[in-house]
Nanobody
Framework: QVQVAESGGGLVQPGGSLTLTCTAS?????????MGWFRQAPEKEREGVAC????????EYVDSVKGRFVISKDNAKNTLYLQMNSLQPEDTAMYYC?????????????????WGQGSQVTVSS
């Protein structure tokens, strides 16, 4: 059974940086699928933050994180990363990684089949 698990969240001051890591386990070809990062703040819908397609030549970001967040993956390690810089209080949320149903990048929740439990990121002074 394929599973993904996030780590690396925590408390950071405004302007600070964090790197989230998502590790996939189980029998699957990690590099055949798109991977995405989502976040959900209290009383808000889950939103796509960043995604990367199967071949790593396409990445997409929601406008609010463009220029600050970088998504990458290491297929050999079955690991996905989200480098988050210049964090702001509005970035506070539970962050989830997810494996896509196909190899193509999407911000849509329904385009992803396997989800982690989430990692809390809190930006506060």
């Amino acid at each position: 059974q394929v599973q993904v698990a996030e780590s690396g969240g925590g408390l950071v001051q405004p302007g600070g940086s964090l790197t989230l890591t998502c590790t996939a386990s189980g029998s699957h070809n990690f590099d055949d699928y798109a991977m995405g990062w989502f976040r959900q703040a209290p009383e808000k819908e889950r939103e796509g933050v960043a995604c990367i397609n199967w071949s790593e030549n396409i990445t997409e970001y929601v406008d609010s994180v463009k220029g600050r967040f970088v998504i990458s993956k290491d297929n050999a390690k079955n690991t996905l990363y989200l480098q988050m810089n210049s964090l702001q209080p509005e970035d506070t949320a539970m962050y989830y990684c997810a494996r896509g149903r196909s190899g193509w990048c999407s911000h849509g929740v329904m385009s992803y089949a396997i989800w982690g439990q989430g990692s809390q990121v809190t930006v506060s002074s």
